[in-house]
């Protein structure tokens, strides 16, 4: 099973706002990333999870929060968004150390 | 800063006909991912090359790590409408632990 899910599919939120974007996946692996895309673009690394901790942050504004409560879970959570900010968020898992990351469907949020 | 120059940039070929698409750097890396991405969609692994000169298939596609490690193709045969999409190599350089650099990604379209 080389899945990894993620929710919502779409979300709509204002700037004052405060949601959460949520990642699952159960291949056992113990890295886990967060990617912001624009349209036609390649994914931009956000945050990167070993071993539920936090390894790499890519000097990403603090309105944008990372959580993982396990192994298998990795949460975003999202205050006082720019509309700047709208963008696919994906979520990615694989081995720590491995390179072949694998991705989820992504979340497509809209900041208005 | 981006370090991938994936080429071309867009493609556009009639159906039953076949797909070359590469990526070059100045630096070395120690694997090379190529994923496909529907509109909407997360990045879908396509093929993961770990060594040098290593050849790859999957069904219709073929991937190889060049053996200067500094450069990747994939080629797709007898393309068929559903190859559309865009196309990125992704790769890990010896210096950057968990990160990828991606290519800016190859658009396909088919005409049927």
């Known amino acids: 099973d080389t899945e990894v899910t993620q929710t919502p599919k779409h979300l709509v939120m204002g700037m004052t706002n405060k949601k959460s974007l949520k990642c699952e996946q159960h291949m056992g692996h113990r890295a886990m990333y967060w990617y912001k895309q624009k349209a036609k673009k390649p994914p931009e690394l956000m945050f990167v999870y070993s071993y539920e901790k936090l390894s790499i942050n890519e000097s990403v504004p603090s309105r944008f929060s990372p959580e993982c409560p396990n192994s298998s879970l990795l949460n975003l959570h999202l205050h006082a968004l720019q509309p700047e900010d709208s963008a696919l968020y994906l979520c990615a898992s694989s081995q720590p150390y491995q390179e072949t990351q694998y991705f989820g469907p992504g979340t497509r949020l809209l900041v208005l | 800063g981006q370090q991938l120059n994936q080429s071309p940039q867009s493609m556009f070929i009639q159906e039953g006909e076949d797909v070359s698409m590469n990526c070059t750097s100045s630096?070395?890396?120690?694997?090379w991912l190529w994923y496909k991405q529907d509109p909407g969609e997360g990045p879908v692994l396509l093929i993961a090359l770990y060594k040098a000169g290593e050849l790859t298939s999957n069904g219709r596609l073929t991937a190889q790590f060049g053996i200067t490690r500094k450069d990747s193709f994939l080629n797709i045969s007898a393309s068929i409408p559903s190859d559309v999409g865009i196309y990125f190599c992704a790769g890990q350089r010896e210096t950057s632990g968990s990160r990828l650099t991606f290519g800016e990604g190859t658009q396909l379209t088919v005409n049927p």
């Open positions: 630096s070395i890396f120690n694997t």
